[in-house]
Nanobody, 120 residues
Framework: QVQLVESGGGLVQAGGSLRLSCAAS????????MGWFRQAPGKEREFVAA????????RYADSVKGRFTISRDNAKNTVYLQMHSLKPEDTADYYC?????????????WGQGTQVTVSS
């Protein structure tokens, strides 16, 4: 069992930056692929980024590539999403996820979400 708690969301102006954090419980954190998904009001949930257990591989949605960076600190059981050059269309609830698979679009574990609002 893995429990995930996100933090770091908030209101930011377009062009600004935010860093989301996700604290995970459980001694097997380092064995999971960690990811971020988001869901904007009235839209379907979408994949944002994922990182392998070692941190050696990452993948991103095309919409955030070059602007967002996912990283993890296994010693702290924490995964991060650094977001730069934010756009109003990045406004959404952001969810941290954990799953054994690198390509699962429906991860096994989800956090409760943190809200990001980007004003124009």
């Amino acid at each position: 069992q893995v429990q995930l708690v996100e933090s770091g969301g908030g209101l930011v102006q377009a062009g600004g930056s935010l860093r989301l954090s996700c604290a995970a419980s459980g001694r097997t954190f380092s064995s999971y692929v960690m990811g971020w998904f988001r869901q904007a009001p009235g839209k379907e949930r979408e994949f944002v980024a994922a990182i392998t257990w070692s941190g050696s591989s990452t993948r991103y949605a095309d919409s955030v590539k070059g602007r967002f960076t996912i990283s993890r600190d296994n010693a702290k059981n924490t995964v991060y999403l650094q977001m730069h050059s934010l756009k109003p269309e990045d406004t959404a609830d952001y969810y941290c996820t954990a799953d054994p698979s690198y390509y699962n679009d429906n991860p096994r574990y989800w956090g409760q979400g943190t809200q990001v609002t980007v004003s124009s």
